[in-house]
């Protein structure tokens, strides 16, 4: 079985800087795209940050400039440096990532964190 569990949610004012980490643990053979991902009330669920299987990194363009995602292979982890956050960035952060997991067998499998709530308030 494989768990991504983020951490770093909670509340931060306008202009101020939180980050955002995501790990996977499990029988995980390979990760070949991992990312970010919101979904604010009454929204649809939408691509923040994601580095892509073909090693490119994508970003919303509403984050350009404020947002930066990194990661520790070693580690499996993906962060999420979220500076400046304006009101509008408010939402559940959920992680994604495109594996390749062991089991009887290699195994293609798509997964999801539990979201963690950022809310941009002063």
């Known amino acids: 079985q494989v768990q991504l569990v983020e951490s770093g949610g909670g509340l931060v004012q306008p202009g101020g800087s939180l980050r955002l980490s995501c790990a996977a643990s499990?029988?995980?053979?390979?990760?070949?795209?991992m990312g970010w991902y919101r979904q604010a009330p009454g929204k649809q669920r939408e691509l923040v940050a994601a580095?892509?299987?073909?090693?490119?990194?994508n970003y919303a363009d509403s984050v350009k400039g404020r947002f930066t995602i990194s990661r520790d292979n070693a580690k499996n982890t993906v962060y999420l440096q979220m500076n400046s956050p304006k009101p509008e960035d408010t939402a559940v952060y959920y992680c994604?990532?495109?594996?390749?997991?062991?089991?009887?067998?290699?195994?293609?499998?798509?997964?999801w964190g539990q979201g963690t709530l950022v809310t941009v308030s002063s």
């Open positions: 994604n990532a495109d594996l390749v997991v062991r089991l009887s067998s290699l195994k293609y499998l798509e997964v």
């Open positions: 580095f892509t299987s073909g090693g490119r990194i």
């Open positions: 499990g029988s995980i053979f390979s990760i070949n795209a």
